[in-house]
């Protein structure tokens, strides 16, 4: 028989006996993650507005600061907004000066800008690639006008996108290493733009934006990248475009099922399980730009798709959050009745139709054997075929495509450059670019030299940078998993969309290189790191002050770093001994 007396009661001054397995109590597993960090939710009284959880409001500079410039209380709002703008157009500036000084320089064709620059060339001019000499190189910086271009197509094994926006400078500049490199060096500044104001509306904090957009122009690699004409700088470009669009939608997003949710007599609003369970969240034209802007980075290189996967998983996650926070009782439910099949429609298909329009040059190509490579292959090999409902163009690029696939999986030989995507974050083998060892006397070498100088351009990211970036990596991965921060699993997504998939191909030849595309989430999660040193809201002086000084010597050093590594960034002339000294680890030479 089941007793259902009430247990006695405790003694005066006794707090009462908690009754076996309260079901308030939680489990073993969860409170042993309270260890290494895990914040239960807090009770919904001592909670936000709900407002405020969907939509958190940015950081405003105290009062002080503004009265230390003199400005009155009535023009705060104004100076606000100037500032948002004014501080990531000024990392920016500096950033394209860094760029786009001595862009020209070297005067050469450097490392596989022997592929793309003339690539660009031919699909800027005709629509679709060529197939040059070998030994065309030499006569192109002597006397471009003098060049023609070749009547034969060439093979290729890129889609066009980065070809076409490399091909715009040349158009501008002509066919000159300047020409060649002057969409990579405006696209590079450009993204240092736009991570600034993506970290301001990731962090809510105009400073960690505009850090995060500095730490992007100092990093080497990216500033290689931005001052040589291949295609990786430009998929970086348009995946971070696509994660800047898909964070306005989710801004947006939130602020309308915030509008539509009930606000009490004290003016707080109140989460509503049947508005935040059916609310549809309407038009959504920052997604739809995602689908362009990833569309536009798989017709780059095929990452782009990859990324569109990664990305599409996280613009849904983030729907079934915003959704549970408005006080949906089944949020994933909800999204997946929802938001999924818009989110869906609104990228995918977007993303393969601007993939395809990339190609239009090809496409609108002759099919008689004079267009694009393989423009004809249905007309002369498919006829008959069960797809031959299909148009002839379709049904050749997607023969095309199949080819180029082979020759990706199948690219096993040796590089001396190659490496493995685990050595990417400790910059493990660094690209050489440019070499040349001038004599005494001649191209910037000083006469009094012992010996020959060096001259090189190194894709090396900014080795204090990278390295304080694997424990920001670590520190976010901490972050999004035991305090549930959106913004580190923001970050963590992106930056795995850019690094994991390459773990799939390790026999394949792969460079350190491409690991530009993801630069940006990670000087993201540096940013990050160095807010947490500065201290959360409310610190004490003494936690501020050494927080600052701090993060304050770990930026001077990252600066520091990159202009001691300047010389090999950009090609100058060291003599021998000021270039060994910064090979810093034997996998460098």
């Not at 405020?52 to 503004?66: D, G, I, M, N």
């Not at 959360?536 to 936690?543: C, D, F, L, N, T």
Request: with cysteine; net charge positive.
């Amino acid at each position: 028989m089941t007793s259902t007396a009430t247990p006695p009661p405790s003694p005066a001054g006794a707090p009462p006996a908690s009754p076996v397995g309260r079901e308030d109590e939680p489990p073993t597993w969860l409170r042993r993650l309270r260890g290494f960090g895990y914040v239960p939710p807090a009770a919904a009284s001592a909670r936000p507005d709900v407002r405020t959880r969907l939509v958190p409001p940015y950081a405003r500079p105290s009062k002080q600061l503004w009265m230390t410039f003199g400005l009155p209380p009535e023009v705060w709002g104004t100076w606000r907004l100037i500032v948002s703008w004014a501080g990531p157009l000024l990392v920016a500036l500096v950033a394209g000066v860094l760029r786009f000084v001595h862009l020209g320089s070297p005067k050469a064709v450097i490392f596989d800008e022997t592929y793309y620059a003339k690539d660009a060339w031919a699909t800027i001019r005709q629509g679709y690639e060529a197939s040059w000499p070998k030994d065309i190189d030499a006569s192109i910086l002597a006397n471009p006008d003098a060049v023609a271009l070749p009547a034969d197509p060439g093979y290729v094994v890129h889609p066009p996108v980065g070809k076409w926006v490399i091909g715009l400078g040349e158009w501008m500049f002509g066919f000159t290493p300047f020409g060649w490199r002057f969409m990579t060096a405006v696209l590079g500044t450009l993204s240092v733009l736009m991570l600034c104001r993506i970290g301001r509306r990731l962090f809510r904090s105009t400073f960690l934006g505009c850090l995060a957009g500095a730490l992007l122009a100092v990093d080497g690699l990216h500033l290689v990248m931005s001052r040589t004409a291949l295609l990786d700088l430009v998929l970086m470009f348009f995946v971070l475009a696509a994660f800047g669009a898909l964070l306005i939608d989710r801004d947006r997003a939130r602020a309308r099922l915030a509008d539509a949710l009930p606000v009490d007599e004290e003016g707080r609003t109140r989460p509503d399980a049947k508005i935040a369970e059916t609310l549809r969240l309407g038009w959504r034209p920052y997604r739809i730009l995602a689908g362009v802007c990833l569309g536009l980075a798989a017709g780059t290189k095929w990452n782009g798709f990859v990324v569109l996967a990664f990305f599409g998983v996280l613009t849904v996650l983030w729907d079934a959050a915003a959704r549970r926070t408005a006080g949906a009782g089944a949020p994933y439910a909800s999204m997946l009745r929802r938001d999924a099949l818009p989110a869906f429609v609104s990228t995918v298909p977007v993303a393969v139709v601007t993939y395809l329009a990339s190609w239009s040059g090809w496409i609108l190509s002759p099919d008689n054997g004079k267009g694009g490579y393989l423009r004809d292959w249905a007309a002369k090999y498919d006829q008959g075929s069960p797809l031959g409902f299909l148009p002839e163009w379709l049904r050749s690029l997607w023969h095309y495509e199949t080819e180029v696939y082979k020759f990706h999986v199948g690219l096993t030989s040796g590089h001396t450059y190659e490496s493995n995507p685990w050595s990417w974050l400790v910059l493990g083998r660094p690209v050489s670019y440019f070499y040349e060892s001038p004599e005494p006397g001649t191209d910037g070498c000083p006469a009094t030299a012992a010996g020959k100088c060096a001259r090189e351009v190194l894709a090396l990211g900014t080795p204090l940078l990278w390295w304080a970036g694997c424990f920001a990596l670590l520190y976010v991965l901490w972050r999004w998993f035991f305090r549930r921060d959106w913004r580190a699993g923001a970050i963590a997504c992106a930056l795995a969309a850019g690094l994991l998939p390459w773990f799939n191909y390790q026999e394949r030849t792969i460079f350190y290189f491409y690991a530009v595309v993801f630069v940006p989430y990670l000087c993201l999660a540096v940013a990050m790191m160095i807010g947490a040193l500065l201290g959360p809201a409310g610190s004490s002086e003494r936690r501020r002050a050494l927080g600052a000084i701090g993060a304050g010597v770990l930026v001077l050093l990252i600066a520091w770093n990159f202009i001691y590594f300047w010389p090999i960034y950009t090609g100058q002339t060291l003599p021998m001994d000021s270039w060994r000294g910064r090979m810093w680890l034997d996998t460098w030479v």
